[in-house]
């Protein structure tokens, strides 16, 4: 005898605690499974491109730390190089190399907080959590001393970096390396071969490449499903073309293959960072204020900068009709787009594994709803 | 490196294959006749010439006499990428553009994100409603004559 079912409608969010910010889903199970999934976005939604028609160029790298809050080195790079892009400007080769290990340390932290918040929504509530946290934390007090900030870093400048590091950061750089290379290790020893871990995130939230090139999807859920698609190889900005470093691919596509994915693009991100080390040599951080006035006002035109950011790529459009604000400005933020395929993502699959299938995207809301 | 299409070179391909499709064209960009978009678009995705498969971005500003869409496309297979550039809604009335949505899924949420903020009708989108704002929300807050601090904006309620 079968028994019949009814599909209810439940509300998840927009304050639960496992979705990452504000974000709202009205799921449609029938018993545990899922059948359908609406997402709701907005509940952050602050107007940044709106708001950056009435700053200065230099003003509007405040509004960028706001958008990915986890991963501010990543956002204000971005723009900078779109803003670079717009006015000729070659930025202080000392201060390129500066932003460069800003923004791989920036990288590890964010790839960090992807990796514990995964785990808590596992179900491994509180440990490997705080033990990412910690060396977070790390890089946090790394970038206190660059810039006097901890989050919201408005480091960058165009043409470089607004200050040169002090002498104390370079052996402090050098000791986290070593910490954080240790606590990746600690990290994988626990979990990269855990029959747990296994059981829960191998196969599930498959996704063909062919459909994640499709729906625009970038960054590690793209690489993990086999596509050789990174910005800092394909694509290279800054200095990565003197760079040499491992594109990380994995087959399988599945929430294991992005954690996999994340966990050894940061043992990557620590040996870019050592060989930026190597080059840095001394000199000014940023050109002179003759040659790069602290109010730019570049000539009419527009100009599209992608970075490979820690979710995907991150881009900037920016329009200038010659005055000291952009005309309009355009963000095309990877945490909105990889969530393209949710839906796909998620119908089939048990009311257990939705959060792990959401974190293992790996989005930020602050960038969802800009 | 990514190579970047040429303007000039781009435009006489897509002329050749789809006649009086090219509005205008420079250095690096080129306007398509809106009522050609979905067909050349189609064009640039399928033909073993282009394959572009990846839309990196989909974007819209307002220039005041009309509105321009602005799509850039990259080939993963051939790393090569270009520009594509669409000018609609010459009178600001209903302007209305084709969605690519059926040729690449990735123009989901950045169409819906352009009528929401811009107001812009993508036809053919299955799902256009707003995305960030909510619904009833008066007017489109990215067009330059949005007037921000609007009592009706505070009054107006939340649809559900």
Redesign the interface.
């Known amino acids: 005898m079968s028994l019949e079912t009814r599909p209810v409608t439940v509300n998840l969010g927009p304050q639960h605690p496992s979705t990452h910010g504000v974000f709202r889903m009205r799921v449609t199970f029938d018993g545990e499974e899922i059948i359908d999934v609406e997402p709701i976005?907005?509940y952050l939604?602050r107007?940044s491109?709106?708001l950056a028609e009435e700053r200065t160029y230099s003003q509007i790298v405040t509004l960028t730390d706001r958008m990915d809050y986890v991963s501010s080195m990543l956002n204000n790079q971005a723009y900078i190089l779109a803003v670079e892009k717009l006015c000729n400007i070659v930025p202080s080769p000392r201060g390129v190399w500066l932003r460069m290990i800003a923004s791989e340390l920036q990288r590890i932290a964010s790839h960090f907080v992807a990796t514990g918040f995964l785990l808590q929504d596992l179900g491994a509530l509180g440990t490997p959590l705080i033990y990412c946290m910690r060396e977070r934390e790390n890089i946090l007090d790394l970038f206190e001393m660059l810039c006097g900030a901890r989050i919201t870093n408005s480091y960058l400048r165009p043409g470089g970096v607004f200050m040169d590091a002090p002498d104390v950061f370079w052996p402090a750089l050098s000791r986290s390396l070593g910490d954080i290379e240790k606590s990746i290790d600690e990290i994988e020893d626990y979990l990269s071969g855990n029959e747990i871990i296994f059981s829960r995130t191998k196969g599930t939230a498959v996704l063909s490449s062919e459909?994640l090139?499709?729906?625009?999807?970038?960054g590690p859920m793209l690489r993990a499903s086999g596509?050789d698609?990174d910005l800092r190889h394909?694509?290279?900005y800054d200095y990565y073309s003197e760079i040499t470093f491992k594109r990380i691919l994995h087959t399988a596509s599945d929430n294991y293959a992005r954690y996999w994915v994340r966990v050894q693009e940061m043992r990557e991100s620590l040996k870019i960072i050592s060989q930026c080390i190597k080059n840095i040599e001394p000199g000014p951080v940023r050109p002179s204020f003759d040659d790069v006035p602290r109010l730019v006002r570049p000539e009419p035109g527009?100009s599209?900068a992608?970075i490979e950011g820690s979710k995907g790529?991150l881009?900037f459009?920016l329009?200038s009709d010659g005055g000291i604000s952009p005309?309009?400005m355009?963000v095309?933020a990877p945490s909105?787009?990889n969530?393209?395929?949710l839906r796909e993502m998620l119908v089939g699959e048990l009311f257990g594994d939705l959060f792990v299938i959401f974190g293992s995207v790996d989005l930020n809301m602050g960038e969802v709803?800009? | 490196?990514?190579k970047e299409w040429r303007g000039n070179f781009l435009a006489k391909k897509i002329e050749l294959k789809i006649k009086n499709s090219v509005e205008k064209f420079d250095e690096k960009n080129v306007w398509i006749n809106p009522q050609k978009l979905h067909e050349v678009c189609k064009m640039l995705k399928e033909d073993s010439l282009f394959e572009f498969?990846?839309?990196?971005?989909l974007?819209s500003?307002?220039y005041i006499d009309h509105f321009e869409v602005?799509y850039?496309f990259t080939s993963?297979s051939y790393?090569s990428s270009c520009?594509i550039k669409c000018k609609v809604g010459y009178s600001r009335k209903n302007p209305q553009i084709d969605s690519v949505i059926d040729l690449?899924?990735?123009?989901?949420?950045?169409e819906r994100?352009i009528w929401d903020?811009m107001g812009i009708k993508f036809i053919g989108h299955p799902n256009l409603k707003?995305?960030?704002?909510?619904d009833g929300f008066p007017g489109h807050?990215?067009r330059k004559d949005f007037v921000?601090y609007d009592q009706s904006i505070v009054t107006s309620r939340g649809g559900e």
């Not at chain 1, 090139?213 to 970038?218: G, K, L, M, P």
């Not at chain 2, 707003?130 to 909510?134: D, Q, Y």
């Open positions: 976005f907005g939604h107007g491109e709106k459909s090139v499709n729906a625009s999807i970038t596509v698609w394909r694509n290279p527009d599209y992608a790529e881009g459009y329009v005309y309009r355009h095309r909105l787009i969530l393209t395929l709803d800009r | 490196m990514i498969d990846l839309l990196n971005s974007t500003v307002d602005i850039h993963i790393s520009i690449w899924r990735g123009a989901d949420y950045q994100e903020l707003r995305i960030m704002l909510w807050p990215l921000t």
